[in-house]
């Protein structure tokens, strides 16, 4: 077995570095592509969600149109019940 020279000795950090970092940037690699995928998740759930919302507000401006609608009928039903017993006893009057 032959000693290890400088030369080599340094050639073997070197190569042990280049290793070291190319690991670490596949580890770093492997990392950001799980980010984004958690990100496009991220993202699509949040899209699902502001759809279910705009619907869930579109819903609500129905129904309160309808109930708000509602009430105007009935109070235009109690008007006209009044107006209608008024109007009868003026002709039941005879004037």
């Not at 984004?36 to 919302?53: H, P, Q, T, W």
């Given at each position: 077995m032959e000693p290890i020279t400088l030369s080599g000795f340094i050639l073997a950090l070197i190569i042990a570095g280049l290793?070291?970092?190319?690991?670490?940037?596949?580890?770093?690699?492997?990392?950001?592509?799980?980010?984004?995928?958690?990100?496009?998740?991220?993202?699509?759930?949040?899209?699902?969600?502001?759809?279910?919302?705009e619907k869930l507000e579109s819903e609500n401006a129905y129904l309160r149109d309808l109930a708000t609608s509602h009430k105007a009928i009935e109070e235009l039903a109690v008007a006209v019940a009044a107006n209608h017993v008024a109007v009868m006893r003026v002709l039941e009057s005879g004037n």
């Open positions: 290793n070291f970092r190319t690991k670490r940037g596949d580890i770093w690699k492997d990392e950001a592509e799980a980010q984004k995928a958690r990100a496009d998740r991220l993202e699509s759930d949040f899209n699902d969600l502001r759809a279910r919302v």
